[in-house]
């Protein structure tokens, strides 16, 4: 097992901790991909995904539908997805993904917390490029009409880089470059293999040692970045 699953280990316990806060995010992807693709399901394959992972989060099929009939509506707000690059302290690098319908308030929020924290946001581009962007599947097991091994090999050819077991509950879970995610989602759909779950992460190329009163500094801004409701994800390259 490689790189990937070292990184969802250390992440499966931080991520999507609070359940209000799993369907705000949700709700955001729900309006994003509406606004996109439509309100149809079998036509919008983005929504697909969203709804499979509304399920994965036990969000209630009421909320769904009504996110839905929501976004519809043309006098619903679209969200913008705006990506921020910085520095916490000790050089840690870290990259804020949000959803937003205010650039100017969440532009606001995310340098506060930065000079608050004795970080530095910084500019596009300054440290993106030390991450891989990846897209991942998890998979229900017994959906595959063939074994691992044969499964793996069909993989190949959308450059999956890591396929293994997520032992907790026997799913799959397999990542690939963020380029891939349609071509994935197309195969795994017309084979009939269940997926449970879809997202886009960013894993670092390098990761930066620190001591644990370190740790505990770069931590507080990336609990406070994480505090914001227009904040969906942060990365950072040290070492858990």
């Not at 001591?211 to 500094?217: L, R, T, W």
Request: net charge negative.
């Amino acid at each position: 097992m490689g790189r990937a699953f070292e990184f969802r280990k250390a992440r499966k316990m931080k991520r999507w901790s609070a359940m209000a806060k799993t369907f705000t995010r949700i709700g955001k992807d729900i309006v994003m991909a509406v606004k996109e693709g439509g309100s149809n399901p079998e036509t919008n394959s983005r929504l697909r995904v969203v709804i499979q992972n509304a399920k994965a989060a036990n969000m209630p099929k009421d909320n769904v539908e009504r996110a839905i009939k929501k976004a519809s509506d043309k006098n619903t707000e679209n969200y913008k997805e705006v990506l921020f690059e910085g520095y916490a302290p000790h050089g840690v690098a870290v990259l804020v993904e949000t959803a937003t319908n205010n650039n100017n308030r969440t532009v606001a929020n995310v340098r506060a917390a930065f000079n608050k924290c004795n970080g530095n946001l910084g500019t596009s581009g300054s440290v993106a490029f030390m991450f891989d962007h990846v897209v991942n599947f998890k998979i229900k097991e017994e959906s595959l009409a063939m074994d691992l091994e044969e499964f793996e090999m069909e993989m190949i050819d959308f450059e999956v880089e890591e396929v293994f077991t997520d032992e907790e509950d026997n799913s799959i879970m397999l990542y690939a470059p963020f380029g891939q995610f349609g071509s994935i989602q197309k195969y795994l759909e017309e084979n009939n293999i269940e997926i449970i779950s879809s997202e886009f992460e960013r894993i670092p190329t390098t990761t930066t040692a620190l001591s644990d009163e370190q740790k505990e500094e770069v931590n507080k801004l990336l609990e406070k970045l994480e505090e914001d409701d227009d904040v969906n994800n942060v990365y950072h390259s040290m070492e858990e």
